[in-house]
């Protein structure tokens, strides 16, 4: 099956088209039969690269937030970008088109239908962006990760899918993965990450709290491009007894799921992939929502509370100490760490990847155009 993807901006709309091709290849695609279709200096080209997948750049917009002088330049970009997709879409004859999110996969979903190709969209978080929202229009099916999701498209249109995760996540063990990174088996470990593009202010919280925090258990930090260089300073000025006890990373691409296997607790913002990766784990969390970004992350982190998946923390409380403070209290109480965990592993959804490679099976083209 030939097949066209598109999704990217945050590491959270790349990963589950990885993992619905981890079900799909081998079965009734390969990596020659896929193109990525995406920003060409985009987190989803890297990732696509990093999975050995062929990728199309092409040019394109987000509308959101526009200034009312900008939006003729950006109409332009999305029209460029779009008449790119319908030439590749002619080119690459494929029998179905997946998205899952970020502005960059609207032209691709636009062409797709312009030029009759059936197309799935996902939906990764609990309510759909102006992307998603707008693109539902030409797609042929939805597939969500909530039910409630499914009140905002039409009757019949959407199918509960749970988000999807790669099967490597699902088989991860912890004392494993906390050798491969170098840390102690044995002692209790923090995971801390602002999302693919980092957090500064989760950062600066952390950095605050660190003496305190290597006192009651290692830390694992995935900081971001931007702090990494004065976090690594940070990190060399620790007593030499505690040195060992806090690792910093820009990110982590493979081995970003040992440090989600490693981790007894995770600080994280709340993109998509929280609602998801998480409850695969049974990992506790302390959610720091994005307070902008059409308010996604607010939502996913209540769902997370309301579940019993996890504690929260408002952004502007971060300066004020309440990160350590929390962290403690966690540890200290593990009946609540547990009941946590186990709020988070009823949420798991083990089956959403096969579920939506089977969604894109049956609404594929019997047949693509022969070169």
Known sequence: MRLLV?????????????????QLISKVTSPSEVCYV???SGIEAD??????????????ASLQGSAPWALPARLTRLARGTAQSVRLIDRFSPQAVLATGGYVCAPTIVAAWIRGVPSLVYLPDLTPGLAIRVLARFATRIAVSFPPSKSFFGPGKAVVTGYPVRAELLKADRFSSRRRLGLDELERTLLVFGGSQGAHSINVALSEALDELLEICQVVHISGDADTSWLSARRDALPQAVVKRYSVYPYLHEKMIDALAAADLVVARAGAATTAEFPALGLPSILIPYPYAGRHQELNAN?????????KIAEADLEKGVLSKTVAELFEDQQELARLGDGARRLAQPSAAPRVAQLLTDIARPNCLTH
């Open 6 to 22: 598109s999704g990217g901006g945050t590491g959270g709309h790349v990963y589950p088209i990885l993992a619905v091709l981890q």
């Open 38 to 40: 995406g920003n060409a």
């Open 47 to 60: 990732l696509a690269a990093r999975a050995g997948l062929p990728f199309q750049g092409i040019s394109t």
């Open 303 to 311: 769902y997370m509370v309301e579940s019993g998946a996890a504690v």
